[in-house]
């Protein structure tokens, strides 16, 4: 089956630094999604790729779809401690029997010192 | 308000005990999943429906069942044959099939 490998698994840094995460996956993807998940709640979606080699922002967030399709980077700018949480990429594949299914990277875990 | 619920937020379940997750939308949306996320790992699908009274296995149904007898609605039971339930399940919830999901708060499940 399709694997997503995020890395880092984990971030401590302080504020007001700036953060960059991302997954690969071993096979393509028409959609890349990036939620942000704060203890004992449900994932929340932050940004959602189309296309290849798509750059979107959402405030201080930035994600990007990869060229290949295979990949995905998320950049978060000027950190504060609300941006603590747990940060998931997601690939999604049109068509097929993986119609509408989403695959899912281990998450980034990260802390923001004051 | 829309969105999605899940009920309860805590559940415990006793050795050989059949317990129900609820999971209910009001996003009009035709497709629901349930997810499983243990700790240090991404989430899991466990059964995905597409449309009312029809529903597919996800990568580990095992030990789980669903139905889908309305659109509002997608409750998953784990029953005794789920021999290490203990997990945090999520719910969400996509307008058809292959657009974005919108997941709930979530149901944490122990074991007595």
């Known amino acids: 089956g399709q694997q997503l490998n995020q890395s880092p698994q984990s971030m401590f840094i302080q504020e007001g630094e700036d953060v960059s995460m991302n997954c690969t996956s071993s096979?393509?993807?028409?959609?890349w999604l990036w939620y942000k998940q704060e203890p004992g709640e449900g994932p929340v979606l932050l940004i959602a790729l189309y296309k290849a080699g798509e750059l979107t922002s959402n405030g201080r967030l930035t994600a990007q779809f990869g060229i290949t399709r295979k990949d995905s980077f998320l950049n978060i700018s000027a950190s504060i401690p609300s941006d603590v949480g747990i940060y998931f990429c997601a690939g999604q594949v049109a068509g097929g029997t993986s119609y509408g299914k989403l695959t899912f990277g281990q998450g980034t875990i990260l802390t923001v010192h004051p | 308000d829309g969105g999605i619920t899940q009920s309860p937020k805590y559940l415990f379940r006793k050795e050989g005990q059949n317990v129900t997750l609820s999971c209910e939308q009001n996003l009009n949306h035709d497709a629901m999943y349930w997810y499983r996320q243990d700790p240090g790992q991404g989430l899991r699908l466990i059964y995905y429906s597409q449309i009312v009274n029809d529903f597919q296995k996800g990568d580990i149904a095992e030990g789980y069942s669903v139905s889908r007898e309305k659109k509002e609605s997608f409750p998953l039971t784990v029953t005794s044959a789920q021999k290490n339930p203990t997990a945090f399940y999520l719910c969400?919830?996509?307008?058809?099939?292959?657009?974005?999901?919108?997941f709930g708060a979530g149901t944490r499940l122990s074991v007595l």
């Open positions: 096979s393509i993807f028409n959609t």
């Open positions: 969400a919830s996509s307008l058809a099939a292959a657009n974005i999901q919108y």
